[in-house]
């Protein structure tokens, strides 16, 4: 992490003077030509001044080696010759685009992070080939190995063309056969609708040279691509309206286009609507839909599918109960196999204790078959695997034979059964189960690759595969045909046949097969993508928005036409951003956000310097003085936890960090003089000195308060989120000890406890901060500055707990740390929330609740008022976003958006912290919540439960004539 820092302007200089100097001692002819050389380089001497960046220099040295271009007038030529030379000023020529942001863009391929869907065949001519979808662009690469000739690793490009990159953007791809393939894209004619295609692997489609290719399918609602099942001709997909679609790709060839809705309901009355996962049977009869029951309970039915003259045909049967969870489906030959989260375990043995441990269910998921068909030789037991893969090959285990393949459909929901031999774990997902199980999952709290093989499953005793580790195997999947399965590793994709041989090699660390994507790269046409990014983000909003009626906006006319012609005249990627803020701001919804796309970094990354451009912290704030910099605050977080969310909270310079090596630290009006050996004064910041600095050591030279002399100090700055992390902090721990302090001279006792966020490192610091002042009289929740998350239940079911028995025993009482009262930590106290115009999001949701609810009272001012709930899964194809919120709220109080959207919650009590006050380190919010507080608890702090008086006499004689005994 050595770095040269270098001042441009400085540099131009003496570029320039050097490369005047070196023509000067270099060039053949002393005489320089008869020039006066050094007048030429004064001549252009003001210039260097005046260059803004590297290239303008190389214009003033162009100037300054080669011949001059004047503008000739006739009184400058008499007798054809030159007069008046001097006088005649070089004509400066400087040719260079203003908009280079919109050259071709080319993007080597990044598997991960470009690869959207991937699928493999093997051609007739014994060629394995990858169809890979990257980025919107398709490609077919050939599978080879490191031996491979060059001319056996030809690849093609689907679709678009050269010049045509980012015109539309391919989302998922499929064999049909080797020359021909399924690809859902956009239709940029019909608004950027999602379409099906067929497209030829010979040659590019969307190209300038061909026609567009004309879609089998188009205008259909914007598709989850993850979940599309193809399989057998057959392909089936869900969209934002939670419709299943299924589409016979035979009838394509016949002319006609079989497409169906399948019904929103089961056969059992579920609805089947929140869709989670679709699964084809490899001979298209049968379609396995994972989806959310009436309970939220995820269940699986099972949609018979008969191809028909008007269309196909569908019965659509219940599998699973809904007493349970099953995911991620896998239908084999004649079995449905599934993982469910039947057995529950529970990681917490009872509720008492610190921070009032709730019962947690862990996912000990296990996997399942379920017999498809009405052969009741299917429903066997199998043994144990046996640990010694010869002796199980050795054995000659006798296969059962079926009969013909004929789906019984009937009372499915008791018909699953456990396969006992693979244990139970935190398993995800079924790779493949046609000859065998090949079940991603975690074993001792590492993911691996748990492979069961049979000859036929069920039926026989499954042979053992030693477990296979997933350490370094970033993605994983399984071919639409079933003969394949694929793992993503180091940037390539490696391919395997789904055969008990590759398994074997798989297990041994063999892996000579991957697809050829060395050096394949996306080129891209910037203005074409940008056009194409907006139809989508347009459609997008359109087709994932809760109210499909757009709140009344006209949304084609006023929101897309109008602002279409200002994407023609993008001239780079933020300007895109603008104007889809412009579009989507139509909707008047405040979940709307626009980020997150491919931009020109404003500091170098491309050769791994960016972290150099980084300015290390020294975790305090100075001053600059005629000596020094001053220190005018060292940060200091609560110092009961340095380690928060696994990483240290604590300044470089204060005495706590020094104090290990022996050192002293800083403290205010401290003076840093040298850094490095350099005075500080020398540059305009002290960040000149402290770039790419943090976790590397430095040497400072200090004065200390009221000290002459100058000492050594040896620290290691922080990085800026980590300083941004200390700054917040400290200044959590300076209002936490402002509250307890004014809550003191009152005479009660406070807790307070700040949650910047709703996620899960905000769910441990309430746990920190609230837990130890459970008994607190009263209670300060800030929810100042929180951008919200989605933990707004947990935190309004902690604090809806109550009191109501309380717990003494012999020693030990509810005063002096005994068992307290039940429920356990229960609050019993008085509760503020302290709210301001950046409470966002879930942060407003618990705002709300704890007004609705009569929790606490809120104090502050008017919150951002965002009451539509979004998942932010509507990506562009750069990986950019315009959120679309997704997901309404109401109550019968309030009706839509609880009070929240476009609205903001209002406190019970408005304060205002003012600038100049806040700036001189008034709390003008807290202050209110104090004094408040203190109002309602009155003369008295929390109290007790009465006494009930002497225990209870429970001898004998104290019944006397009523005891029969």
């Known amino acids: 992490n050595l770095a040269l820092h270098i001042q441009p302007q400085l540099e131009y200089m003496q570029m320039y003077t050097e490369a005047w100097r070196l023509l000067r001692d270099y060039f053949y002819n002393k005489n320089m030509h008869g020039v006066d050389w050094p007048n030429i380089y004064y001549r252009y001497l003001p210039l260097v001044k005046r260059c803004a960046k590297r290239e303008d220099l190389d214009d003033v040295q162009r100037y300054t080696s080669s011949a001059d271009l004047f503008f000739l007038k006739k009184d400058h030529i008499v007798n054809q010759h030159l007069i008046d030379i001097e006088s005649l000023a070089p004509i400066r020529i400087n040719v260079r685009s203003d908009f280079n942001n919109l050259q071709e863009r080319i993007i080597p391929v990044n598997l991960l992070r470009h690869m959207t869907s991937v699928d493999v065949i093997n051609t007739q001519y014994g060629q394995i080939n990858s169809l890979l979808t990257l980025r919107g662009q398709l490609f077919s690469v050939p599978t080879i190995s490191d031996a491979s000739s060059p001319y056996q690793s030809r690849r093609r490009k689907v679709g678009p063309g050269s010049r045509m990159g980012g015109f ?35 040659g590019p489609s969307f190209s300038v040279a061909e026609p567009e290719p004309i879609p089998i399918l188009t205008n259909i609602t914007s598709v989850y691509v993850e979940m599309i099942a193809f399989c057998n001709l057959l392909v089936a997909w869900t969209d934002t309206d939670g419709d299943v679609h299924v589409m016979d790709l035979q009838g394509v060839v016949d002319g006609t286009v079989l497409h169906s809705v399948l019904p929103k309901v089961n056969n059992l009355g579920s609805p089947v609507a929140a869709i989670y996962g679709l699964e084809l049977h490899g001979n298209g009869d049968l379609l396995a839909i994972t989806h959310a029951a009436k309970n939220s309970f995820v269940i699986v039915t099972l ?3 008969t191809k028909s003259d008007g269309g196909i045909e569908v019965e659509m049967v219940q599998a699973t109960s809904d007493n349970y969870s099953s995911v991620d489906v896998f239908l084999s030959e004649d079995t449905k196999n599934f993982i469910s989260d039947q057995d529950i375990v529970n990681d917490v043995s009872s509720p008492w204790g610190t921070r009032a441990p709730m019962p947690h269910f862990e996912k000990p998921l296990s996997v399942y078959a379920l017999p498809l068909t009405s052969n009741p030789d299917l429903m066997v037991t199998i043994p144990e695997l046996n640990t010694n893969l010869a002796e199980a090959n050795s054995e000659g285990t006798e296969l059962v034979e079926t009969s013909p393949l004929v789906f019984e459909l009937s009372n499915l929901v008791q018909r699953s059964y456990r396969l006992s031999f693979i244990p139970s774990g935190n398993h995800f997902k079924i790779l493949t189960a046609n000859s065998g199980l090949i079940l991603l999952g975690t074993v001792q709290g590492e993911n691996a690759m748990i492979i069961a093989w049979f000859e036929k499953i069920p039926g026989s005793l499954p042979i053992e595969v030693p477990i296979v580790s997933l350490d370094g195997v970033e993605y ?16 390539k994709l490696f391919v395997y046949e789904n055969s008990l041989e590759e398994v074997m090699h798989l297990s041994e660390g063999i892996q000579p097969y991957y ?22 983000a347009w459609r997008l909003l359109r087709d994932y928005f809760y109210n499909k009626n757009m709140h009344g906006v006209d949304w084609p006319n006023i929101s897309y036409y109008r602002y279409l012609p200002l994407v023609k005249r993008c001239a780079k990627r933020e300007d895109l951003d603008d104007v889809l803020r412009y579009m989507s701001s139509e909707l008047s919804a405040l979940h709307v956000f626009v980020y997150g796309g491919e931009y020109n970094a404003a500091i170098p990354n491309i050769d791994g310097s960016e972290s150099l451009h980084r300015i290390g912290s020294l975790g305090a704030s100075v001053s600059r003085t005629s000596e020094g910099y001053q220190i005018t605050k060292v940060f200091i977080p609560n110092p009961d936890f340095d380690n928060i969310n696994g990483r240290e909270i604590v300044s470089p310079l204060s005495d706590k960090t020094l104090s290990v090596t022996g050192q002293k630290g800083l403290a205010k009006g401290d003076i840093i003089t040298h850094i490095n050996g350099e005075h500080v004064l020398s540059a305009p910041s002290l960040g000149y000195f402290l770039r790419g600095s943090a976790g590397e050591s430095i040497l400072l030279q200090v004065r200390r308060s009221g000290a002459n002399e100058e000492e050594n100090l040896i620290v290691v700055p922080i990085d800026q989120d980590a300083a941004a992390d200390l700054r917040y902090r400290a200044w959590e721990y300076k209002t936490k000890v402002l509250a307890e302090q004014k809550a003191k001279e009152i005479g009660f006792t406070v807790g307070y406890t700040h949650l910047r966020a709703m996620g899960r490192s905000d769910i441990n610091d309430f746990a920190r901060t609230f837990y130890p002042y459970h008994n607190a009289d009263a209670l300060v929740i800030d929810v100042r500055h929180n951008h919200g998350g989605n933990i707004d239940s947990w935190l309004l079911d902690t604090l809806s707990r109550k009191a109501w028995v309380f717990f003494q025993g012999r020693a030990t009482n509810i005063t002096d740390g005994g068992l307290g009262w039940g429920e356990q930590m229960s609050f019993r106290g008085k509760v503020v929330v302290l709210i301001d115009e950046k409470t966002s999001s879930d942060a407003e949701s618990f705002s709300r609740g704890m007004k609705t609810l009569g929790l606490g009272t809120l104090i502050g001012t008017r919150t951002w008022g965002g009451g539509i709930w979004l998942s932010s899964d509507n990506h562009l194809v750069d990986g950019g976003i315009a959120t679309a919120p997704e997901v309404g709220t109401y109550n019968n109080e309030w009706g839509w958006g609880t009070g929240i959207e476009q609205m903001g919650v209002i406190p019970d009590i408005i304060v205002d912290n003012e600038p100049y006050s806040t700036y001189h380190g008034v709390d003008k919010q807290l202050e209110e919540a104090i004094s408040f507080l203190a109002e309602k608890l009155g003369n008295k702090t929390l109290a007790l439960p009465n006494n009930p ?9 104290s019944f006397g004539a009523q005891c029969s005994a």
């Open 303 to 305: 949609a018979k599918l």
């Open 515 to 536: 697809a050829h994507t060395a050096n394949l790269a996306l080129h891209i046409q910037p203005q074409l993508e940008y056009m194409q990014m907006y139809t989508e």
């Open 168 to 202: 539309t953007r391919i989302l998922w791809s499929g064999y049909v056969t080797p020359n021909l393939v399924l690809a859902l894209a956009t239709d940029h004619s019909n608004m950027g609708s999602h379409a099906w295609y067929l497209l030829e692997t010979s």
């Open 476 to 491: 994983a999947g399984v071919t639409n045909n079933r003969a394949y399965f694929y793992l993503i590793k180091n940037d």
């Open 949 to 957: 008086g002497p225990h209870p006499n429970r001898s004998i004689k």
